[in-house]
């Protein structure tokens, strides 16, 4: 167990592999590379249709889970264009026959992420342009699942997070996390756009949402609400 800090509040993240299951879905969470992200594998289990989300580092790591998974993936999918959720993206490309989606803010980001991970002493091979980017309201389908893109400025131009409405599941990035909220001291980042697209678009969905961030453990949409003291 490794903690890091986000915002000032202390994050644990617990370096394990975590499996949720139902009639319909799996979605996998992954801990990759030396920043501790959250790689999220997720797919329909009739459809065997498949996606990853923010595939950061350890491109065999999650390689392996996917043919674990026996699910053919045709998303990859980054919340935002940090290096750290996109370090495998490379491998990634070369290995699977799936489009890289992304939203367009976050270009920049993607276009010098192996130097902005060399400036923390961080090796990745540099990651392709997009095969096409999304926008908020956008729904990608797996099999039976849909997945709805919100657009969640903030952290990043880009950041976006993703709605399973039918499974109660929000994978939130970098833009909400237990009890903190994502940094806004990089560039393009904004604590106000970031609160506002978490009370705007995130704290109007169901409080038993189940929330999946980029980094440590879930938490709900409700608790978030009660206590997150960010967004207050």
């Known amino acids: 167990m490794e903690k890091y800090i986000f915002t000032g509040i202390i994050v644990t993240a617990f370096l394990c592999t975590v499996k949720t299951e139902d009639a ?71 290995q699977l026959n799936a489009d890289f989606l992304m939203h367009k803010s976050d270009l920049p980001f993607v276009q010098r992420s192996k130097s902005s991970a060399l400036n923390w002493g961080i090796t990745i091979e540099q990651v392709p342009d997009p095969d096409r980017y999304v926008e908020d309201g956008d729904i990608l389908k797996l099999g039976s699942l849909e997945l709805k893109i919100l657009h969640t400025p903030g952290h990043s131009p880009g950041g976006l997070c993703i709605y399973i409405e039918k499974e109660n599941i929000l994978l939130s990035g970098d833009t909400l996390f237990r009890f903190s909220v994502g940094r806004t001291d990089f560039d393009g980042g904004s604590m106000k756009e970031l ?27 409700g608790d978030e609400k009660a206590q997150n003291m960010f967004v207050r």
Do not use: W
């Open 24 to 94: 319909n879905m799996l979605l996998e969470n992954l801990v990759v590379g030396p920043i501790a992200a959250n790689c999220y594998i997720l797919g329909d289990k009739t459809s065997k249709e498949g996606a990853v989300v923010d595939p950061g580092d350890d491109a065999g790591q999650i390689l392996h889970a996917v043919k674990k998974s026996g699910f053919v993936i045709k998303y990859i999918i980054i919340t935002h264009g940090h290096f750290d959720h996109i370090g495998a993206m490379a491998e990634l490309k070369k």
């Open 195 to 221: 609160v506002k697209s978490i009370k705007q678009k995130l704290f109007t969905l169901p409080d038993s949402t189940i929330v999946y961030s980029g980094h440590g453990e879930p938490t709900t949409i």
